[in-house]
């Protein structure tokens, strides 16, 4: 293999690490953009908003989840743990279920996006499509 070509694993690996933090980005700005300005109440009641921030939700959680620990290590600062924990409270099944996703869709998202816009900058490398 030359130099100049990068080897397919690598590539793939940093193709797949910079797609699973360009959802989690994505999906965060998306989810900010449905919940504001509701109150919870309200937006439970919505049936657009809470299913595309529901929609949004479940890509943060999944691509969390699939994000390899060696790049989660990388981001101390990100609550991996509280955002993987969300999975079983999607289906929002009780009240319990609401408040967490309430308080995700709330708070631990929007620091999240925080965080990740952070470590785009000093970590540029995490977050590029090439090897």
């Known amino acids: 293999?030359?130099?100049?070509?990068?080897?397919?694993?690598?590539?793939?690996?940093?193709?797949?690490?910079?797609?699973?933090?360009?959802?989690?980005?994505?999906?965060a700005v998306a989810i900010g953009l449905c919940i504001q300005g509701w109150e919870p109440e309200g937006f439970f009641a919505s049936h657009m908003a809470r299913r595309?921030?529901?929609?949004?939700?479940?890509?943060?959680v999944a691509s969390a989840i699939d994000l390899p620990v060696e790049v989660k290590n990388a981001m101390p600062r990100i609550d991996w743990e509280a955002i993987e924990a969300l999975k079983p409270h999607l289906r929002i099944r009780r009240d319990e279920d609401r408040e967490q996703v309430w308080e995700a869709l709330q708070n631990q998202v929007p620091a999240?996006?925080?965080?990740?816009?952070r470590y785009r900058r000093q970590l540029p490398q995490l977050f590029a499509f090439d090897a």
């Open 52 to 60: 595309k921030a529901m929609q949004c939700l479940r890509t943060v």
């Open 112 to 117: 999240m996006l925080v965080e990740l816009s």
């Open 1 to 27: 293999m030359t130099d100049d070509i990068p080897d397919s694993s690598t590539l793939g690996a940093a193709l797949w690490r910079a797609g699973l933090l360009g959802n989690l980005h994505d999906a």
